[in-house]
């Protein structure tokens, strides 16, 4: 197959490289094109991508391409991992909301908001030239907010799934303090993207969460930053992403004591790139680790092998369309649960009634997520008001005010009609 990657001059590139490597039996990748505006980056992100392939034997063909149209031209699959206006937005989405005593996030919050903004039409752009290319092509986004953009795509019509690592990287985790094999273990994963809580883990089908709390409650608490005590009192796990929500204000006053979180990952990312640059570097560095996303690799070429590939339909967790899952939602919002994933697309698997204290703040930001994709595709300042004063983290109207300012303030570049 031809997968094409839109943003491949990203560092996390030769974690989905060496994924694809290890895993030829579930995916037979014969060119793996890497598209991104910076030719500098793709040079070195290209070359140690090919290295990596070679050492581990596999046969597939490495390009580059500055061009989008060129990168997905017979496309089987593109997988989208875009940041537009890199590491400089990011740093700058983690300190303006700070202003209004708001958390600082490149998902979450206000700045959340502004990736949306950024991102929404520069994926449709993209998305119609694959169209335009192979109508039967697969679009797998994992550029964030994951939510908000696959719910632009799948409005659209295009063949799109969305994937995000905190599932897996669960699956991962629980295994190995269950020491099971992670094939033998499965979530009950419900939420939206980065909005989520592991309510069971099967083993074998049977539920060993309360083993879990029972023996390692305080090591689950210290990966997601929440106190053991909200762990004992929820018996489920939320993801970390829950902490600027259940810890909002203590998150503020740490955002604002300490550099951004994309300051230290743009020094990872020179890092990295030098060490790219290195002829002798054929496998992922060790340092690539500290720039996140974690089994990235493995949940890309799993999905990519149920879409497209030899794997059989199988269980994933994605983010897909609704379609009457969580009945207080609309059939249309995008949801991440486990999904059986074939050729045919992805269907959301039942879900039992998901409990009020989760069920309320799901649709509270379902709410937001509709205003932010309307912004997005329309524009304008109310619009982008409307949608902060929505958010369960702003919710009052001189707060949504200055933020709106704040946001459009840094962002004119990018949004034609601010």
């Not at 996390?12 to 094109?33: H, K, N, Q």
């Not at 063949?159 to 273990?185: E, H, S």
């Not at 290195?278 to 890309?300: F, H, I, M, N, W």
Request: glycine share 8%.
């Amino acid at each position: 197959m031809r997968l094409a990657v839109i943003g491949g001059g990203s560092t996390y590139t030769p974690e989905l490289v060496d994924g694809i490597g290890r895993m030829a039996d579930r995916l037979d990748v014969g060119e793996l094109v890497l598209m991104d505006p910076s030719a500098d980056r793709l040079e070195l992100v290209g070359g140690v991508s090919r290295r990596i392939l070679a050492h581990l034997g596999h046969p597939g063909r490495v390009e580059t391409t500055t061009d989008v149209a060129a990168a997905v031209a017979d496309a089987d699959a593109v997988l989208l991992q875009l940041r537009v206006g890199g590491q400089a937005t990011r740093d700058a989405d983690e300190t303006w909301p700070l202003e209004c005593g708001c958390v600082g996030q490149e998902t979450t919050g206000a700045g959340g908001l502004a990736k949306a903004l950024r991102t929404v039409p520069v994926v449709l752009d993209i998305a119609e030239q694959v169209r335009a290319a192979n109508p039967d092509a697969w679009i797998i986004d994992f550029t964030n907010p994951v939510g908000i953009v696959t719910r632009a795509l799948l409005q659209e019509g295009h063949r799109a799934i969305g994937l995000c690592n905190v599932a897996i990287g669960f699956q991962r985790r629980f295994a190995a303090m269950l020491d099971v094999d992670p094939d033998r273990v499965e979530l009950d994963h419900v939420g939206l993207n980065h909005l989520t809580w592991e309510r069971e883990v099967l083993v074998d089908g049977v539920d060993a969460l309360p083993r879990l709390l029972a023996d390692r409650a305080a090591d689950i608490a210290a990966e997601i930053e929440l106190p053991v005590e909200v762990v004992d009192r929820l018996r489920c796990v939320p993801s970390y992403y829950l902490r600027y929500f259940y810890a909002h204000d203590e998150v503020v006053r740490e955002l604002r004591s300490e550099p951004s979180r994309a300051s230290a990952v743009a020094a990872i990312e020179r890092r990295l790139l030098d060490l790219y640059a290195d002829p002798s570097v054929v496998t992922k560095p060790a340092e690539l680790e500290q720039r996140g996303g974690a089994y990235y690799s493995e949940a890309a070429v799993e999905l990519l092998g149920s879409v497209v590939g030899a794997d059989a339909a199988a269980t994933r967790v994605v983010n897909v369309a609704n379609q009457g899952t969580l009945p207080f939602l609309p059939d249309d919002h995008v949801i991440e649960v486990r999904a059986t994933v074939s050729p045919d697309g992805a269907q959301p698997l039942p879900v039992r009634p998901v409990e009020p204290l989760y069920a309320g703040l799901i649709g509270h930001v379902a709410a937001y997520e509709r205003l932010a994709l309307e912004a997005a595709l329309r524009g304008g300042r109310d619009r982008v008001f409307a949608a902060l004063l929505a958010h369960p983290l702003v919710g009052q109207v001189d707060r949504a005010e200055r933020l709106t300012d704040l946001l459009l303030a840094h962002n004119r570049e990018f949004l034609a009609w601010a």
